[in-house]
């Protein structure tokens, strides 16, 4: 059963914006969400996945340095839904980006959305 689907990516130009969002819908998951620290990561063509953003269940916060300022993270535990608001997008912020747990748990991974950010 598929533990979340990503929504909300798209083309955009630099400077723009987009939201992402991240609906748990697997049974475990979906009990446990608003006890659980969700994150979200990013893979690249080419490179590794890394983490984006985290958020705790009560909503503090940790940032990769090259997201910092630009990237909001935020969840909705009522509705078991996590966000990502993009801001100020670059070139280099494309790629297909995911949500999971944090620590991740590998079986959780979904399909992704991609993000691309023209020049």
């Known amino acids: 059963q598929v533990a979340v689907v990503e929504s909300g990516g798209g083309l955009v130009q630099a400077g723009g914006s987009l939201r992402l969002s991240c609906v748990a819908s697997g049974n475990t998951l979906s009990r446990t969400f608003s006890r659980t620290v969700m994150a979200w990561y990013r893979q690249a063509p080419g490179k590794e996945r890394n983490l984006v953003a985290r958020i705790t269940h009560v909503g503090s916060t940790l940032y990769a340095d090259s997201v910092k300022d630009r990237f909001t993270i935020s969840r909705d535990n009522a509705k078991n839904i996590v966000y990502l608001q993009m801001n100020s997008l670059k070139s280099e912020d494309t790629a297909v980006y995911y949500c999971?747990?944090?620590?991740?748990?590998?079986?959780?991974w979904g399909q992704g959305t991609q993000v691309t950010v023209s020049s």
């Open positions: 999971n747990t944090y620590p991740y748990i590998r079986h959780y």
